[in-house]
């Protein structure tokens, strides 16, 4: 009965409405954060949140190192949504990360802040070595196997897999997950990079050297 007479917790994003992050580090149990919307007069609405262990090593970091590690793997969670947004606000209690984001570049992220109070506003994300999204789409067109697939997505598949370019048979058993966004294929919420540019998106992921399944997930 509570959840038929109370609205969802989890609110739809809006660009247009301030969005603030608030980041959870603790040595022993890992790292979190929530994405928050604020609805106007002060009502913050959660839109995502997530958490994770921390690997090993990481049990091993200062604590001004988890801090940096949280912004870092909160703020790549939160690309999608983060990406070309107006300033919003990262929330912290630990004061000596303030001046760190006032001064420095993140590993990954790339972006300035500035300062207030315990809260850091930022007025830009860009992920480090991550192409546009208009280089990826240039890389698509000229990539003819890439063209086939896109076809394949967006008219169906054949009943029998034998009826297939060489090219789209790896992505036979994947045809369900599929789907076309102009001229990208995306598998579930990830774009299927054309083989161009593969390289480099391969080298950006092992760039934390987290090992098979950490860079799988980051993936």
Known sequence: MFALTYPPVLALFDPDLPAVLQMYVSCLNGIGYDLLQDQGNGYLRLVQCGSRFLADAETRYAT??????AVVWLMSNCRLYLAGLQPFT????????????????????????????????????????????????????????????????ITGFPRNRYNL???????????????????????????????????????????????????????
């Open 64 to 69: 001004i190192e988890l801090e940096i590690l």
């Open 90 to 153: 990262l929330m912290t209690d630990h004061w000596p990360l303030i001046p760190i984001l006032n001064s420095y570049t993140l590993n990954v992220i790339e972006t300035h802040v500035s300062r207030t109070s315990r809260r850091s506003h930022l007025t830009s994300l860009q992920l480090c070595g991550v192409l546009e999204l208009l280089d990826i789409r240039d890389a698509t067109r000229a990539d003819p196997a890439y063209t086939r697939q896109l076809d394949c997505v």
């Open 165 to 219: 370019h060489n090219s789209v048979l790896p992505y036979w058993k994947l045809r369900a997950d599929l789907y076309a966004n102009s001229d990208l294929v995306l598998y579930r919420a990830r774009v299927v990079v054309p083989a161009a540019l593969r390289h480099h998106f391969l080298s950006h992921l092992h760039d934390s050297h987290r090992g098979v399944k950490a860079t799988k997930c980051r993936a």
